[in-house]
């Protein structure tokens, strides 16, 4: 009678986490894995690693990119081939850029076709706005700095052929929103796909 009070009450029982340490997982192991949630939420298997969708998703980015740039430079590159050697000059449409967004695409195709995750979740975990805004700012202090340490130290030309400001304001307003958006589609892909796929074997 007296075992069966103390069982109700709680007394006499197991501690709850004594259960994970009868199947051999420490408290730091479990700490230095990646847990099940987060690699599901982002689109990965906690267990094993697809292999099927990790060779379709490099495939897909790579021949998705090298098709753009074929169809855009396949004179360019016909001419080095035939000369054996790069040309002189080179010149390329600005379209060329979209080659870097060859692994968003893949990963779109994957997501909605093959592995079929879907796009809910895409993005993984979103950062806070103090975070976003620190990405954003960070680099540009940073060109401040390095172009101010340029013209004050006169290791070289801060500004060849332009005004100071209107480098700066080149650097800032166009140069870092167009390189962010750029390398959305490699960060989508490379990052935001395959890598949460191949985090089974390890980080």
Wanted: charged content about 15%.
């Amino acid at each position: 009678m007296s075992a069966q009070l103390a069982s109700s009450a709680g007394f006499g029982t197991r501690p709850r986490n004594q259960h994970s340490n009868d199947q051999g997982v420490t408290a730091e192991e479990a700490s230095t894995q990646p847990s099940r949630q987060v690699r599901e939420g982002l689109g990965g298997d906690a267990g094993k690693v697809a292999w099927r969708h990790v060779i379709c998703f490099v495939l897909l980015a790579y021949g998705s990119a090298w098709a753009m740039w074929a169809a855009l430079l396949g004179p360019t590159i016909m001419d080095a081939l035939r000369d054996g050697r790069t040309p002189d000059n080179f010149s390329a449409t600005p379209a060329v850029m979209l080659g870097m967004y060859a692994p968003a695409l893949a990963a779109v195709v994957m997501r909605l076709f093959i592995s079929k995750e879907g796009l809910r979740r895409a993005l993984g975990p979103l950062p806070s706005i103090r975070l976003a805004l620190a990405a954003v700012l960070i680099p540009m202090a940073l060109i401040l700095i390095l172009v101010g340490i340029v013209t004050a130290s006169d290791i070289s030309e801060a500004s060849p052929g332009k005004p100071l400001g209107t480098l700066l304001g080149m650097l800032i307003f166009v140069g870092v929103p167009v390189g962010a958006a750029l390398a959305f589609g490699e960060e989508f892909g490379w990052r935001g796909y395959l890598l949460p796929k191949l985090l089974p074997l390890g980080e």
